[in-house]
């Protein structure tokens, strides 16, 4: 028999995140959100509480649990806020992974146990001007010269960047032309602060106004030749490895805020009156949030069903697609849904569902938009595969 009831350490893991993300972020993280400012206190109380660490072994500094105890977490969060489940899925999924997959014992031994306790954020340098889904366009460059690696280019987009916790970015650079002479892609890893490297301001954003995301750029950054992370000419393998397991972790957050809609709606359908009756007993409200309860509950599946899979040692990309497709679907319609539910309340900045329908939208385009999910997928079966 399938059995999808949590177990007692994941169950107790889930509700400790609960509670955090219900008495620590709900009530200060509306006034982060307007003031445009990371929560430094939030990220703090989640390092505190182990977060970073999750799914990394106790040797480094991590709790010992695995990928799918992040994602229960990233799932609690979201239901409330998801600038900081993001913030806490980039530095674990897409700053501390990397090292941990990829790095020699020593960058391991040096990186991760800050990683894992909160006082310092990576962030993954993939995504540049002209190349975002088509990873494989990377124009930044890093060529060896007397034992260091050079770096020139620009990256776009990268979350926990440009914080004062931020101690490395792990940057795909073009190092070389392949046998079959396409470009031999590697990853390097730049410290915060390392000559050449400038963070422009932050981006003015359309949601997740309480996370951190620059723009990079590189002018002859200078690093020890021991600073490549993993193989010479594997990056694209690398980042390609890295993204299948965000994508879960994206779907965890997109199951989040497709069930905050629903608790935010169950709670102001018991509450708002029109024409003398509560609006929960309109059967048009009803059936609105069960359609939303409907999409969470699918979601949910969805990335359980993926992340066993990854747990198990299978192969699992092309559910991670679909979780991440159906997750971030059923995130934009309940964030439309619950707006439309609070009506003009919806569209104020005060509610919780007016950050959510902000928040939303980027889950169709981060780590993969739906268009490359629904490509995935149907490569998966055989399906067009090398086709334009």
């Given at each position: 028999?399938?059995?999808?009831?949590?177990?007692?350490e994941y169950e107790a893991l889930r509700k400790t995140v609960q509670d955090f993300a219900r008495s620590e972020v709900a009530p200060v993280i509306g006034g982060y959100y307007e003031r445009e400012e990371f929560p430094y206190d939030l990220v703090a109380g989640m390092g505190a509480m182990g977060l970073f660490g999750l799914p990394f072994p106790e040797e480094f500094g991590g709790m010992g649990g695995d990928y799918f105890a992040l994602c229960l977490a990233l799932e609690e969060l979201a239901r409330v806020d998801s600038s900081v489940a993001v913030t806490l899925e980039a530095g674990v999924s897409l700053g501390?992974?990397?090292i941990f997959r990829f790095g020699t014992r020593?960058?391991?031994?040096h990186w991760l146990p800050a990683l894992c306790s909160g006082e310092a954020l990576a962030a993954f340098g993939l995504t540049e001007p002209g190349g975002g889904s088509d990873a494989g366009a990377t124009r930044t460059t890093a060529r060896l010269d007397d034992g260091?690696?050079?770096?020139n280019g620009s990256k776009s987009f990268i979350t926990n960047s440009g914080t004062k916790?931020?101690?490395?970015i792990t940057v795909t650079a073009v190092t070389g032309t392949r046998p079959d002479g396409g470009k031999e892609i590697s990853t390097i890893i730049l410290p915060s602060g390392t000559p050449g490297l400038t963070v422009a301001p932050r981006y003015s954003k359309v949601g997740w106004n309480a996370s951190d995301t620059h723009e990079l750029s590189f002018a002859d950054c200078r690093v020890p030749a021991e600073n490549l992370l993993g193989e010479r000419g594997r990056g694209y393998a690398q980042f390609l490895s890295t993204l299948d397991e965000g994508r879960i972790a994206i779907a965890a957050i997109g199951v989040g805020l497709a069930q905050g809609c629903v608790d935010e709606c169950v709670r102001y359908a018991g509450e708002r009156e029109a024409?003398?009756?509560?609006?929960?007993?309109?059967?048009?409200i009803q059936f609105k949030i069960a359609d939303m309860e409907t999409r969470a509950h699918t979601a949910r599946l969805a990335y359980y069903a993926a992340a066993s899979k990854m747990l198990r040692g299978?192969?699992?990309?092309?559910?991670?697609?679909?979780?991440?497709?159906?997750s971030s679907n059923a995130a934009m319609d309940n964030a439309r849904d619950a707006t439309q539910i609070f009506g003009g309340y919806g569209f104020m900045n005060e509610f919780p569902v007016g950050r959510f329908y902000r928040d939303a939208?980027?889950?169709?385009?981060g780590e993969g938009t739906s268009e490359i999910q629904r490509m995935l997928i149907a490569r998966s079966l055989g399906v067009g595969a090398g086709a334009r």
């Open positions: 028999m399938i059995d999808y009831r949590l177990g007692e501390a992974m990397p020593e960058q391991q031994e260091h690696w050079v770096v916790l931020t101690r490395l024409f003398g009756h509560r609006i929960g007993e309109y059967q048009a299978e192969p699992f990309k092309k559910e991670a697609a679909i979780a991440k497709l159906v939208k980027i889950l169709e385009i």
